[in-house]
């Protein structure tokens, strides 16, 4: 076991097991550097008056101007028609290499309330990863693997448990994509991590080693829940439109506690997550009047999270001298990419900025809503780089597509997510499919100009009948029509109901014709065609050889 720790602890060093991973990314760091625009000096010139505005989130309390329904592909935190300096563009604030983000990816990593009983058992089968959760368990003195998987539940909840659990879990999670998907490490030019998933991002970028960090992220869970247990706090995702008057609420919220003697009452947005959605936290009586009064704010709902604290708020301020007084004490080192905060969104310049700033993520709002717009702020005509959520849920995903729902196309990890809230989308089954890669999505573009390339060069013929196509389920009408159109079958998803639908679409007097599905599977398909067309079916003959 000793030499895991020391495999672990030396993340950095050229006998590490990420030393190639790491002398890749320090190499990239450097050319990067001479290519990316960064436009400090720029920013400070042109600070207008209403940064701090830009800065902020809006917060519902009257109209906006009305936006098109349709236009689901608005990448601009700015309302439709509004004339925008490109100065004020929040893409100004983030590094991005002069290249095509399809071919770059972004590392999201998640925070507290995404552990759950079961958290990393899909990682076990992996060596590295086994790796991590074995040294974990020596660096903590307890079996944190044991609890992730057994639980119970309400040990697994608490802050000084919670916290190291998520935080393992996510690095299990890139020992994964690293056997997976290496290009998405290798490509990755930013990364973040929600709440304490920001001490996973800024491990992933080689800031801390995995021994200091871990212990990091034990002192801040621990310290989290002493200050939760110093204070009668909550927190509450509040849902809202553009008639809801959620500052009001909060204002009388603190008012009311006030009139029942609480002295000093917290009640704030606690954590920006999209534009109708805010995690409102404070002293329990205040959320119970939001709650309470929810209809006379036009809100639309709120839902009490099961934490015990206000996160975020001044009632964490108990722990921000503990972690503060830990984290001076162990060395920090030169990002390797860049790591966007939590507090402004903006990603870290230098050591002495993490140092100062990281401490106050515990009693300042998560900024994640206008952090998102920094990382994927882009032209309407401008791609998207990949993202990769590695942790043990998926709702980052939800919060990227509230933000920036082109972006949240190419976001990966949406089976995990599924699985995880089955019953509470009321999916009947969610079970992983055999096939080592996504089929039929945008990650099988790659393939398709090494198979366009082998179509043009083969003799083709007219078809002698028709042939459907599985990209539109309509037939093929040309030569030119299929090499057209047979590639995108690679990365476009297949329409078979569609198909099926148009090949048996009938009058009700008319007979079906005989189907004779040729191949080893031939019963699967006459199940497939049974599902939507079971008249057609009963023509349907498997030829099994």
Not at 149 to 164: A, F, R, S, T
Not at 351 to 376: A, C, D, G, T, V
Request: glycine content about 4%; overall charge positive; proline content about 6%.
């Amino acid at each position: 076991m000793k030499s895991i720790l020391s495999h672990l602890h030396q993340i950095r060093c050229p006998s590490s097991k990420y030393s190639n991973v790491n002398r890749f990314l320090l190499k990239r760091h450097f050319f990067l550097s001479t290519t990316y625009e960064k436009n400090a000096e720029v920013e400070e010139k042109y600070k207008l008056p209403v940064q701090d505005l830009l800065e902020d989130s809006s917060i519902g309390n009257g109209p906006l101007d009305e936006i098109d329904e349709n236009d689901e592909w608005r990448t601009s935190p700015y309302p439709q028609g509004a004339v925008v300096n490109p100065r004020q563009s929040q893409g100004l604030k983030s590094l991005r290499p002069k290249t095509d983000p399809q071919d770059t990816a972004i590392v999201l990593f998640p925070g507290e309330e995404s552990q759950h009983v079961g958290m990393g058992k899909e990682l076990l089968k992996f060596p590295s990863a086994r790796d991590i959760f074995d040294a974990a368990n020596e660096i903590l003195k307890y079996d944190l693997l044991k609890l992730m998987l057994k639980g119970p539940k309400e040990k697994l909840n608490q802050p000084k448990y919670c916290q190291p659990a998520v935080f393992i879990c996510s690095l299990a999670a890139i020992e994964k994509l690293k056997e997976e998907r290496p290009s998405a490490i290798e490509s990755c030019i930013a990364t973040a991590g929600f709440d304490v998933g920001e001490l996973t991002a800024l491990t992933f970028a080689g800031v801390f080693k995995f021994g200091d960090a871990l212990k990091l992220v034990r002192t801040r869970g621990e310290a989290i829940q002493l200050a939760c247990e110093m204070s009668n706090g909550g927190m509450a995702y509040v849902r809202y439109n553009s008639n809801s008057k959620l500052i009001q609420a909060i204002q009388k919220a603190k008012e009311w506690c006030t009139d029942r003697g609480i002295s000093q009452p917290e009640c704030t947005v606690a954590t920006y997550l999209h534009p109708n959605l805010k995690i409102v936290a404070g002293h329990t009586e205040a959320l119970k009047y939001i709650e309470y009064n929810k209809m006379f704010y036009k809100l639309d709902d709120i839902k009490k999270l099961p934490a015990k604290g206000a996160y975020h708020t001044n009632l964490m301020l108990p722990a921000f001298s503990k972690f503060r007084k830990k984290l001076e004490n162990i060395d920090i080192l030169e990002p390797l990419i860049s790591v966007h905060s939590n507090i402004d969104g903006c990603f870290y310049e230098n050591q002495e900025q993490i140092l100062r700033q990281l401490p106050k993520q515990i009693y300042k709002p998560i900024k994640w809503e206008q952090m998102l717009h920094i990382l994927y702020e882009r032209d309407l005509n401008c791609s998207f780089p990949e993202t990769v959520i590695c942790g043990p849920s998926n709702s980052l995903k939800n919060y990227l597509e509230g933000v920036n729902m082109k972006a949240a196309q190419t976001c990966i990890n949406a089976l995990q997510f599924l699985k995880e809230n089955q019953s509470e989308f009321k999916l009947q089954k969610v079970e992983p499919f055999p096939a080592s890669g996504a089929f039929h999505t945008n990650l099988m573009l790659p393939a398709v100009d090494v198979f366009t390339k082998v179509l043009q060069t083969i003799e083709m013929y007219e078809p002698s009948a028709y042939i459907y196509s599985n990209v539109d389920g309509k037939h093929y009408k040309t030569l030119i029509h299929i090499k057209k159109q047979l590639p995108k079958q690679i990365y476009k998803p297949i329409l078979w109901e569609q198909l099926i639908q148009k090949i048996y679409l009938r009058d009700p007097k008319i007979n079906f014709p005989f189907t004779y599905t040729c191949g080893p599977n031939g019963h699967e398909l006459e199940r497939k065609i049974r599902r939507i067309n079971n008249k057609a079916a009963k023509f349907c003959i498997p030829v099994l050889y």
